[in-house]
């Protein structure tokens, strides 16, 4: 089985059609065909059936398909082990994160990784959670830039303990404290801080953003007896902030990304008498002895956030 077959064979699973797996692999559609025909003589296995218009994977294509993608990722990295031994500091990377960081956080973090490394490749991958995850122990993703659990370990779908798992690294980056967010008319005492009582009785937005943060929410307003009147779930932090004006309810949401309507005036935030809410940012990736040059370059920018994260000034450094 040649490498070439196996990148076939991935494209194929990931796109589901001879014409996009050819464009992907710079190959013809008859090429293609030709290769994952060599591979099922090879097998003596049907490895693809059609379902519609689409390809789907048979039973064995898709065992053969995680074999793959470990043989592509070791020879990659071998690939790239070897160049940076002569010098040569290129090759790609696939970046997964959530829709609400890939507009406040990636597109900083990319800036600042391709004006150091321009010879690397970036891919962005996003989505949920657990799809992440999937796709971080499917191999499609190298690594994730998520919110990281403050105090308590995260479950990937698998049911593994993210912070017990020996094949992940958890790289956290930068610590965010979680405030109450009220409309700009609200009547704030001077020290801008409220009782369980009082915020209790106000109708409240739930963020959902990402499990880890739904998670530290619900066990925050368990902690300190704070029953909230739920009256709407919702992801995008910009619709709750609009929500709030409007005095829908008051929700608990990132101070960063708040702080410019802070400055304008356009919201306010209270903090409870009792406690404080935190949350973390950092990163996942696969543990290697040795890690691929592209994705240690990545990290080591990540880590040198206080230069292109623009509301650096809203987070906390976090002590290792």
């Not at 699973?13 to 030709?34: I, M, T």
């Not at 479950?155 to 610590?175: C, I, M, N």
């Amino acid at each position: 089985m040649e490498f070439a077959h196996s990148r076939a064979l991935i494209a194929i699973g990931e796109l589901g059609g001879f014409g996009k797996a050819g464009e992907r692999l710079h190959l013809s559609p008859p090429a293609v065909f030709a290769q994952i025909h060599q591979l099922e003589q090879e097998f003596g296995e049907k490895l693809y059936e059609r379902s519609g218009r689409k390809l789907v994977l048979t039973p064995a294509g898709r065992l053969l398909l995680e074999y793959c993608r470990r043989l592509v990722r070791v020879h990659d990295e071998a690939v790239g082990a070897v160049r940076e031994l002569s010098g040569v500091q290129c090759g790609s990377l696939y970046l997964g994160c959530g829709p609400h960081i890939s507009v406040s956080i990636v597109p900083h973090l990319i800036h600042a990784y391709v004006s150091k490394y321009p010879n690397m490749q970036l891919r962005l991958i996003t989505g949920n959670d657990q799809m992440l995850f999937e796709d971080l122990y499917a191999g499609k993703v190298d690594l994730i830039i998520m919110n990281l659990p403050a105090d308590e370990p995260t479950f990937p779908p698998d049911g593994r303990v993210l912070t017990d798992d020996p094949d992940l690294v958890r790289d956290p980056l930068w610590r965010y404290e979680l405030v109450f967010v009220v409309p700009p008319d609200y009547p704030t005492r001077r020290c801008g801080t409220a009782s369980v009582d009082e915020l209790s009785a106000k109708p409240f937005i739930l963020y959902q953003r990402s499990v880890v943060i739904e998670s530290a929410i619900r066990r925050f307003c368990t902690e300190v007896a704070f029953e909230p009147k739920i009256v709407m779930q919702n992801d995008q932090a910009d619709s709750i902030k609009e929500l709030v004006k409007l005095g829908v309810g008051i929700s608990l949401l990132p101070l960063w990304s708040v702080s410019e309507d802070l400055r304008r005036g356009a919201l306010k935030i209270v903090r409870l008498h009792e406690r404080q809410l935190f949350s973390i940012t950092g990163l996942i990736y696969r543990r290697s002895s040795h890690l691929p040059v592209a994705l240690r370059s990545l990290v080591a920018v990540a880590h040198e956030w206080k230069s292109w994260l623009p509301k650096a000034a809203d987070v906390q450094s976090i002590k290792h």
